[in-house]
Protein backbone atom coordinates (compact mmCIF):
# COMPACT_ATOMS: atom_id res chain seq x y z
CA UNK A 1 0.00 0.00 0.00
CA UNK A 2 1.14 4.07 -0.18
CA UNK A 3 3.43 4.89 2.08
CA UNK A 4 3.48 8.58 3.59
CA UNK A 5 6.87 9.53 6.15
CA UNK A 6 7.08 12.40 8.27
CA UNK A 7 9.79 13.54 9.54
CA UNK A 8 10.96 14.24 12.30
CA UNK A 9 8.64 12.01 14.37
CA UNK A 10 8.87 14.32 17.52
CA UNK A 11 11.06 18.02 17.81
CA UNK A 12 11.23 20.08 21.08
CA UNK A 13 11.96 23.57 20.41
CA UNK A 14 12.87 27.06 22.04
CA UNK A 15 9.84 29.81 21.68
CA UNK A 16 11.25 32.07 18.47
CA UNK A 17 12.96 29.35 16.39
CA UNK A 18 11.60 27.71 13.72
CA UNK A 19 10.83 24.47 12.93
CA UNK A 20 10.41 22.72 9.28
CA UNK A 21 8.68 18.94 9.05
CA UNK A 22 9.29 17.04 6.07
CA UNK A 23 6.31 14.71 4.65
CA UNK A 24 7.22 12.35 1.98
CA UNK A 25 5.36 9.96 -0.07
CA UNK A 26 7.50 7.00 -0.42
CA UNK A 27 6.30 4.39 -3.27
CA UNK A 28 3.53 6.90 -5.32
CA UNK A 29 3.46 10.09 -6.60
CA UNK A 30 1.12 13.25 -4.80
CA UNK A 31 -0.11 15.65 -6.53
CA UNK A 32 -2.18 17.15 -3.65
CA UNK A 33 -0.91 17.01 -0.05
CA UNK A 34 -2.76 18.05 2.91
CA UNK A 35 -1.48 19.60 6.68
CA UNK A 36 -3.35 19.08 9.15
CA UNK A 37 -2.85 19.51 12.61
CA UNK A 38 -4.89 17.56 16.21
CA UNK A 39 -5.16 18.88 19.60
CA UNK A 40 -5.36 15.99 22.38
CA UNK A 41 -8.75 14.28 22.38
CA UNK A 42 -9.69 16.41 19.34
CA UNK A 43 -10.30 15.86 15.77
CA UNK A 44 -7.83 16.75 12.67
CA UNK A 45 -7.89 20.56 11.42
CA UNK A 46 -6.77 21.12 7.81
CA UNK A 47 -4.90 23.56 7.69
CA UNK A 48 -3.61 23.64 4.13
CA UNK A 49 -3.67 22.18 1.05
CA UNK A 50 -0.65 22.19 -1.20
CA UNK A 51 -0.73 20.98 -5.07
CA UNK A 52 2.78 20.60 -6.49
CA UNK A 53 4.73 23.46 -8.13
CA UNK A 54 1.85 25.92 -6.84
CA UNK A 55 1.11 27.85 -3.59
CA UNK A 56 -0.67 26.19 -1.21
CA UNK A 57 -4.50 26.98 -0.25
CA UNK A 58 -4.92 27.74 3.48
CA UNK A 59 -7.82 27.22 5.59
CA UNK A 60 -9.49 30.38 7.09
CA UNK A 61 -7.73 31.07 10.20
CA UNK A 62 -4.34 29.81 9.64
CA UNK A 63 -1.50 31.93 9.13
CA UNK A 64 0.04 31.60 6.11
CA UNK A 65 2.91 33.75 6.61
CA UNK A 66 3.40 31.73 10.09
CA UNK A 67 2.75 28.05 8.32
CA UNK A 68 4.88 28.14 5.34
CA UNK A 69 3.98 25.05 3.09
CA UNK A 70 6.60 24.42 0.24
CA UNK A 71 5.16 21.33 -2.15
CA UNK A 72 8.48 21.09 -4.37
CA UNK A 73 8.34 17.63 -5.72
CA UNK A 74 5.57 15.17 -6.43
CA UNK A 75 7.00 13.33 -3.43
CA UNK A 76 8.23 16.00 -0.89
CA UNK A 77 6.07 18.73 1.13
CA UNK A 78 7.25 20.55 3.55
CA UNK A 79 5.62 22.67 6.77
CA UNK A 80 8.09 25.77 8.56
CA UNK A 81 6.68 26.88 11.85
CA UNK A 82 8.06 30.16 11.63
CA UNK A 83 8.70 32.02 15.08
CA UNK A 84 7.39 29.24 16.97
CA UNK A 85 5.06 29.85 20.15
CA UNK A 86 3.69 27.30 22.97
CA UNK A 87 0.30 27.85 21.74
CA UNK A 88 1.97 25.87 18.61
CA UNK A 89 2.45 23.27 20.39
CA UNK A 90 0.56 20.05 18.67
CA UNK A 91 0.40 16.73 16.47
CA UNK A 92 0.87 17.67 12.34
CA UNK A 93 0.20 15.23 10.17
CA UNK A 94 0.46 15.16 6.82
CA UNK A 95 -1.08 13.20 3.48
CA UNK A 96 -1.06 12.76 0.10
CA UNK A 97 -3.11 12.01 -2.16
CA UNK A 98 -2.85 10.32 -6.02
CA UNK A 99 -4.56 11.29 -9.06
CA UNK A 100 -5.88 7.38 -10.03
CA UNK A 101 -8.76 6.82 -11.64
CA UNK A 102 -11.33 6.54 -8.67
CA UNK A 103 -9.39 6.70 -6.22
CA UNK A 104 -10.34 9.90 -3.75
CA UNK A 105 -8.16 8.01 -0.87
CA UNK A 106 -5.38 9.48 1.38
CA UNK A 107 -2.83 8.04 2.66
CA UNK A 108 -1.60 10.11 6.02
CA UNK A 109 2.33 10.21 7.64
CA UNK A 110 2.49 9.29 11.15
CA UNK A 111 2.55 12.46 12.73
CA UNK A 112 4.85 14.71 13.41
CA UNK A 113 4.53 15.81 17.60
CA UNK A 114 5.87 19.43 18.25
CA UNK A 115 6.65 20.97 21.28
CA UNK A 116 7.58 24.54 21.96
CA UNK A 117 9.19 25.70 25.59
CA UNK B 1 -14.64 24.22 6.54
CA UNK B 2 -17.49 22.00 7.29
CA UNK B 3 -19.27 20.22 10.14
CA UNK B 4 -19.31 16.34 10.75
CA UNK B 5 -20.22 15.65 14.03
CA UNK B 6 -20.43 12.18 15.75
CA UNK B 7 -22.83 11.06 17.94
CA UNK B 8 -21.01 9.23 21.05
CA UNK B 9 -17.86 10.43 21.88
CA UNK B 10 -17.28 7.16 24.04
CA UNK B 11 -17.90 3.60 23.26
CA UNK B 12 -17.27 1.10 25.50
CA UNK B 13 -17.54 -2.68 24.23
CA UNK B 14 -17.22 -6.22 25.35
CA UNK B 15 -14.91 -8.20 23.24
CA UNK B 16 -16.42 -10.47 20.84
CA UNK B 17 -19.70 -8.27 20.58
CA UNK B 18 -20.25 -5.65 17.25
CA UNK B 19 -19.58 -2.19 17.63
CA UNK B 20 -21.75 0.80 16.06
CA UNK B 21 -20.36 4.03 15.75
CA UNK B 22 -22.39 6.98 14.22
CA UNK B 23 -21.46 9.90 12.26
CA UNK B 24 -23.53 12.91 11.19
CA UNK B 25 -22.27 15.25 8.30
CA UNK B 26 -23.47 18.89 7.01
CA UNK B 27 -22.95 19.18 3.75
CA UNK B 28 -25.44 17.12 1.73
CA UNK B 29 -23.16 17.72 -1.73
CA UNK B 30 -20.96 15.67 -0.15
CA UNK B 31 -20.06 12.48 -2.22
CA UNK B 32 -17.11 10.86 -0.66
CA UNK B 33 -17.07 8.79 2.83
CA UNK B 34 -14.24 7.66 4.49
CA UNK B 35 -13.77 5.95 8.30
CA UNK B 36 -10.55 6.51 10.23
CA UNK B 37 -9.02 4.75 13.46
CA UNK B 38 -6.35 6.11 14.98
CA UNK B 39 -4.03 5.23 17.63
CA UNK B 40 -2.69 7.16 20.02
CA UNK B 41 -0.23 9.22 19.12
CA UNK B 42 0.02 7.66 15.19
CA UNK B 43 -1.48 9.35 12.11
CA UNK B 44 -4.91 8.04 11.01
CA UNK B 45 -5.64 5.00 9.29
CA UNK B 46 -7.80 4.46 6.53
CA UNK B 47 -10.40 1.71 7.09
CA UNK B 48 -13.18 1.77 4.48
CA UNK B 49 -14.74 4.38 2.59
CA UNK B 50 -17.99 4.48 0.21
CA UNK B 51 -19.29 6.74 -2.44
CA UNK B 52 -22.49 8.75 -2.29
CA UNK B 53 -23.92 6.33 -4.62
CA UNK B 54 -23.93 3.47 -2.22
CA UNK B 55 -25.72 2.30 0.92
CA UNK B 56 -23.41 0.13 1.99
CA UNK B 57 -20.19 -1.51 1.75
CA UNK B 58 -18.45 -4.03 3.44
CA UNK B 59 -14.82 -4.99 4.76
CA UNK B 60 -13.03 -7.68 6.64
CA UNK B 61 -15.09 -7.05 9.57
CA UNK B 62 -16.21 -3.86 9.16
CA UNK B 63 -19.28 -2.42 7.55
CA UNK B 64 -20.49 1.27 6.39
CA UNK B 65 -24.13 2.63 5.92
CA UNK B 66 -24.84 5.78 4.71
CA UNK B 67 -27.68 7.53 4.87
CA UNK B 68 -28.41 9.99 2.71
CA UNK B 69 -31.78 11.05 4.15
CA UNK B 70 -30.55 11.97 6.82
CA UNK B 71 -26.96 12.45 6.42
CA UNK B 72 -25.67 10.05 8.73
CA UNK B 73 -22.70 7.52 8.50
CA UNK B 74 -21.84 4.32 10.72
CA UNK B 75 -19.41 2.13 10.92
CA UNK B 76 -19.92 -1.36 12.73
CA UNK B 77 -17.17 -3.24 13.69
CA UNK B 78 -18.27 -7.25 13.82
CA UNK B 79 -16.69 -9.32 16.45
CA UNK B 80 -14.60 -6.50 18.16
CA UNK B 81 -11.13 -7.28 19.14
CA UNK B 82 -8.72 -5.15 21.86
CA UNK B 83 -6.82 -4.04 19.35
CA UNK B 84 -10.23 -2.56 17.82
CA UNK B 85 -9.43 0.37 20.63
CA UNK B 86 -8.68 3.47 19.05
CA UNK B 87 -10.75 6.68 18.13
CA UNK B 88 -12.58 6.55 15.19
CA UNK B 89 -13.28 9.63 12.37
CA UNK B 90 -15.98 9.93 9.73
CA UNK B 91 -14.43 12.23 7.07
CA UNK B 92 -16.68 13.74 4.71
CA UNK B 93 -15.04 14.80 1.06
CA UNK B 94 -16.69 17.63 -1.15
CA UNK B 95 -14.21 19.03 -3.81
CA UNK B 96 -10.79 18.26 -3.55
CA UNK B 97 -11.07 18.38 0.54
CA UNK B 98 -11.70 16.26 3.64
CA UNK B 99 -13.61 17.65 6.86
CA UNK B 100 -13.30 15.31 10.06
CA UNK B 101 -15.68 14.59 12.50
CA UNK B 102 -15.19 15.06 16.01
CA UNK B 103 -13.54 11.33 16.64
CA UNK B 104 -15.65 8.46 18.42
CA UNK B 105 -13.30 6.91 21.45
CA UNK B 106 -13.98 2.92 21.35
CA UNK B 107 -12.61 0.95 24.38
CA UNK B 108 -12.95 -3.02 24.08
CA UNK B 109 -12.82 -4.58 27.55
CA UNK B 110 -11.50 -7.57 27.65
Known amino acids: GAVVSQHPSRVICKSGTSVKIECRSL??????MFWYRQFPKQSLMLMAT?????????EQGVEKDKFLINHASLTLSTLTVTSAHPEDSSFYICSARTEQEFSYEQYFGPGTRLTVT | GESVGLHLPTLSVQEGDNSIINCAYSNSASDYFIWYKQESGKGPQFIIDIRSNMDKRQGQRVTVLLNKTVKHLSLQIAATQPGDSAVYFCAESYGNQFYFGTGTSLTVIP
Open chain 1, 27 to 32: DFQATT
Open chain 1, 50 to 58: SNEGSKATY
